[in-house]
Each structure stands twice: as C-alpha cells, then as structure tokens.
C-alpha cells in the first residue's frame, strides 16, 4: 500500500514537472517571439532611415552635377535653372517625409481584441483618414486629424465582429497621412490575426 502511494505520489510530481517544463518552454518561446518583434521593429527603422539617406544623397550628387556642368559652360539656362529647383523641391520632400513603420501586432485571446502599433521613424505625419475594409473586425481610432511626431507610437485596435477565432479574421487598412508641406502619402495594410502581411507605404 505505501508502495503504491509513493508511486503515485512520484509520479504526480513527475506530471508537475513536465507541466513546469513545458510552461517555462512556452513562456521562452514567447519572450522570444516578443524579442523577435521588437528586433524586426528596429531593423525596419533603421532601413527607412538609410533609405532616406540614401535617396537625399543621390540628389545632393545630382545637384552638383549639374552646377558644376553650368560653371564649366558659364551659363545659366532656364532648363538648368527649373531642373535645380525640381531637385530642391524632392530634397525636401524626403528631408521632410515621415516614415511610419510596424511596431508589432498581436491579440488578447480567442475573441480579440487585436492590435497594431504603427511607429513613425521619420518626420511629422498627420493622419487626416483612414478606410478600414473588412467584414470581421470593426476598428476604433481618435477622431481625425491625427499627429504623429518623430518616435511616437500609434496603436490601432479592432474588435472582431464575426463567429471567427481573432487569427482567421481578415482586414485591410488604407491610412492617408501628409508631411507638414502637405505632400500626401498612403499606407496599405493587410492583415489576418495578429500577422501582419502587406505593410506598404507610397507616395499619393
């Protein structure tokens, strides 16, 4: 009998430690998951940014070239003249170009709600609307226009509206934003779940 009762006994906490075990598994996966996610956060950030530079630095390029062709011919055209301002004015554009990244998504259990932090790595950005199509999330958002300064997150929430487990819940967004020269771009999102699968931002 007390054979049988240490048995038990070593092998309920046999259980207990598998179960511990495998908690601790889950809750490093996670932990890695979320490190994952703010590495890959970071990595975008910095691409936006070196793109950025990259793309003043051709202009820069561009612009001497072309003083330095009107030095050497000593004259000062209105072709030469309209084609450096145009380089000015891109120069601008970009010095001056927000550049909202994705800060991480995810949901809070079966029934939602979900999220997505939108991070601006560039310039001011001012949310002036936003389309939301989908027929299993419904959206909440501040009233519109929306500023977003340099280094600040944004967090979009939705709350599912269907039968549907959150992660088989689809949506599209599409976020009209200007810089503070009103030049106007647009971000597309496509999403299911937490997973985010397009993120793209264009000039409008």
Do not use: W
């Not at 950030?45 to 003083?67: H, Y």
């Not at 929306?146 to 967090?155: A, P």
């Amino acid at each position: 009998m007390k054979t049988h009762l240490l048995f038990e006994i070593a092998a309920a906490i046999g259980s207990l430690a598998t179960f511990g075990a495998f908690v601790m598994l889950f809750i490093k996966n996670k932990n890695k998951q979320e490190q994952l996610d703010r590495l890959t956060s970071i990595s975008v950030g910095i691409e936006t940014q070196a793109d950025s530079l990259k793309a003043q630095n051709d202009l820069i390029v561009q612009q001497l070239s072309l003083v330095r062709e009107i030095m050497l011919s000593n004259k000062k055209s209105d072709k030469a003249q309209r084609e450096l301002l145009d380089f000015e004015k891109q120069r601008q554009r970009i010095s001056a170009q927000p550049r909202i990244t994705t800060g991480g998504s995810g949901h809070f259990g079966p029934r939602g709600p979900l999220y997505l932090n939108l991070l601006n790595k560039g310039e001011l950005a001012i949310i002036t609307s936003i389309d939301v199509f989908s027929e299993d999330v419904k959206f909440q958002f501040d009233t519109i226009p929306i500023e977003l300064e340099k280094n600040i997150l944004f967090k979009v929430t939705g709350q599912k509206i269907t039968d549907k487990h959150i992660n088989q819940c689809t949506y599209r967004l599409e976020i009209t934003y200007t810089d503070k020269y009103s030049n106007e771009y647009i971000l597309k999102i496509r999403g299911q779940g937490s997973k985010v699968l397009e993120f793209k931002s264009e000039n409008k």
